[in-house]
């Protein structure tokens, strides 16, 4: 499994720039897709981003289409995602988790890790 630890969650302000990132176990990436879901107070978590197996496809929810890019760095382990021009309806906790059929749907397998908050604020 991919065991996620995200990382890199902070406030920011609107307009702002942030990149979070995951971890994960060693060998995993070169099995499995992985995706950046998000889940706001109040509100049902929802996929936002995918980044295939070999990080040549990514994947993204239309209303973050442009402003939200992830991608993979098989080497150290890690998988990113850049979110730009960040708004308040941005703000969540952020988990990745490995995908069950590539980024082809949004359905996951695995365990949820603890995530990471964003928090936009002026």
């Known amino acids: 499994q991919l065991q996620p630890v995200e990382s890199g969650g902070q406030m920011v302000q609107p307009g702002e720039s942030l990149t979070l990132s995951c971890s994960a176990s060693?060998?995993?990436?070169?099995?499995?897709?992985v995706g950046w879901f998000r889940q706001a107070p109040g509100k049902e978590r929802e996929g936002v981003a995918c980044?295939?197996?070999?990080?040549?496809?990514?994947k993204y929810a239309d209303h973050v289409q442009g402003r939200f890019t992830t991608s993979k760095d098989k080497a150290k382990n890690m998988v990113y995602l850049q979110i730009h021009s960040l708004q308040p309806d941005d703000a969540a906790i952020y988990y990745c988790?490995?995908?069950?059929?590539?980024?082809?749907?949004?359905?996951?397998?695995?365990?949820w890790g603890q995530g990471t908050q964003v928090t936009v604020s002026s």
């Open positions: 980044v295939s197996i070999s990080g040549a496809i990514t």
């Open positions: 060693t060998g995993i990436l070169d099995k499995y897709a």
């Open positions: 988790i490995e995908m069950y059929e590539g980024c082809a749907t949004w359905r996951t397998r695995g365990s």
